[in-house]
């Protein structure tokens, strides 16, 4: 288990600030704080699964921010989904501002400058989802960054039971459970996202979501492409095109990464009592040199190296001595 936990408890006071400024850059990215605090309290609990991070943190009134340098160290691009779990913080992004009170949750984005400022001691947890994995969940994530969804909005309240939730079992889950939980808070938070997508014109719309759930219904059928997907739907597959390229998809691009994501989740939960190739076939690859290839350039190892590292965390953690 990848658990880090960082407290000011022992620290001499005029430590801890400084501190502080340090530890929050080692785990939600590069930050800078404002000023200095005299007796500062603050506690950080993290854990890594793939590449997610997911973060839990207890802090004091304090401020900073996010500037092009910091945005220029930065090696990969990341979405945050900052759940308030209490206290109050307000957070700018863009020409977005938003003011978050406990049960309240915002999707900020690595590549652009930001700004926070703690109004009053807080406990939350921030997940830092890779871009690129995010748009798997939302592919309209560019849209809805420094949205606030209130606690109380449509799926608010059902989002918010199972942040607080994940954040109480943060020290507690086994890498195996979180690895399977955590696309189950993707897609909850995504879904809770997507009331705010649709009242903003040009974006999201019952139409892409039913054209998604008939692909996800339909990934086992190695036949499934985009004249059937428009033909099924009424549709020309030139508007269909058109409907994924304005989220930044295509939609055989769509089709491959629903696909092979599939294909991981199998190979982590399978105790190789299916082989790999099996798995494959079963969602919609028939050449298993192109399944190996495609899984390779997407998760950057290949089918067999991914599945023996799995297995290997696994035996470590139910056997650590």
Same mark, same amino acid.
């Given at each position: 288990?990848?658990?880090?936990?960082?407290?000011?408890?022992?620290?001499?006071?005029?430590?801890?600030?400084?501190?502080?400024?340090?530890? #929050?850059?080692?785990?939600?990215?590069?930050?800078?704080?404002?000023?200095?605090?005299?007796?500062?309290?603050?506690? !950080?609990?993290?854990?890594?699964? =793939?590449?997610?991070?997911?973060?839990?943190?207890?802090?004091?009134?304090?401020?900073?921010?996010?500037?092009?340098?910091?945005?220029?160290?930065?090696? =990969?691009?990341? %979405?945050?989904?900052?759940?308030?779990?209490? @206290?109050?913080?307000?957070?700018?992004?863009?020409?977005?501002?938003?003011?978050? +009170?406990?049960?309240?949750?915002? %999707?900020?984005?690595?590549?652009?400058?930001?700004? *926070?400022?703690?109004?009053?001691?807080? /406990?939350?947890?921030?997940?830092?989802?890779?871009?690129?994995?995010?748009?798997?969940?939302? &592919?309209?994530?560019?849209?809805?960054?420094?949205?606030?969804?209130?606690?109380?909005?449509?799926?608010?309240? $059902?989002? @918010?039971?199972? #942040?607080?939730?994940? +954040?109480?079992?943060?020290?507690?889950?086994?890498?195996?459970?979180?690895?399977?939980?955590?696309?189950?808070?993707?897609?909850?938070?995504?879904?809770?996202?997507? &009331?705010? $997508?649709?009242? #903003?014109?040009?974006? @999201?719309?019952?139409?892409?979501?039913?054209?998604?759930?008939?692909?996800?219904?339909?990934?086992?059928?190695?036949?499934?492409? &985009?004249?059937?997907?428009?033909?099924?739907? /009424? %549709?020309?597959?030139?508007?269909?095109?058109?409907?994924?390229?304005?989220?930044?998809?295509?939609?055989?691009?769509?089709?491959? /990464?629903?696909?092979?994501?599939?294909?991981?989740?199998? $190979?982590?939960?399978?105790?190789?009592?299916?082989?790999?190739?099996?798995?494959?076939?079963?969602?919609?690859? =028939?050449?298993?040199?192109?399944?190996?290839?495609?899984?390779?350039?997407? *998760?950057?190892?290949?089918?067999?190296?991914?599945? /023996?590292? !799995?297995?290997?965390?696994?035996?470590?953690?139910?056997? &650590?001595?």
């Amino acid at each position: 288990m990848k658990l880090r936990k960082w407290t000011t408890a022992d620290m001499p006071a005029r430590e801890r600030f400084g501190a502080w400024r340090d530890t #929050l850059s080692a785990t939600h990215l590069d930050w800078d704080l404002v000023g200095t605090e005299p007796d500062f309290h603050a506690d !950080v609990t993290e854990r890594r699964v =793939n590449d997610l991070r997911l973060v839990g943190c207890r802090c004091d009134p304090c401020e900073g921010f996010r500037a092009s340098d910091h945005l220029a160290r930065q090696e =990969n691009d990341y %979405i945050g989904i900052l759940f308030e779990l209490a @206290g109050s913080e307000l957070v700018r992004q863009g020409d977005r501002e938003a003011t978050l +009170s406990p049960g309240d949750f915002v %999707i900020w984005d690595s590549r652009h400058q930001m700004e *926070f400022r703690v109004l009053e001691p807080l /406990k939350k947890i921030t997940i830092l989802v890779p871009r690129t994995a995010m748009r798997r969940f939302l &592919p309209e994530v560019d849209a809805i960054v420094g949205m606030c969804v209130e606690g109380a909005d449509g799926l608010g309240p $059902l989002v @918010g039971a199972h #942040l607080r939730q994940l +954040s109480a079992a943060l020290e507690t889950l086994e890498d195996r459970d979180l690895r399977l939980v955590t696309d189950t808070t993707l897609e909850l938070v995504s879904a809770g996202l997507r &009331p705010k $997508l649709e009242s #903003l014109p040009f974006v @999201g719309g019952d139409l892409f979501d039913r054209l998604r759930a008939y692909i996800d219904e339909r990934l086992p059928d190695p036949e499934l492409s &985009p004249s059937q997907i428009a033909e099924e739907n /009424k %549709i020309s597959v030139r508007y269909l095109h058109k409907i994924f390229s304005s989220r930044g998809q295509s939609v055989s691009r769509w089709i491959q /990464k629903q696909r092979l994501y599939r294909c991981r989740r199998a $190979l982590e939960q399978d105790a190789r009592e299916r082989s790999i190739t099996d798995i494959a076939f079963a969602w919609g690859f =028939n050449d298993t040199a192109h399944f190996s290839r495609s899984f390779r350039a997407e *998760f950057g190892t290949s089918p067999r190296e991914f599945r /023996k590292n !799995v297995h290997e965390t696994d035996d470590h953690s139910s056997n &650590p001595l």
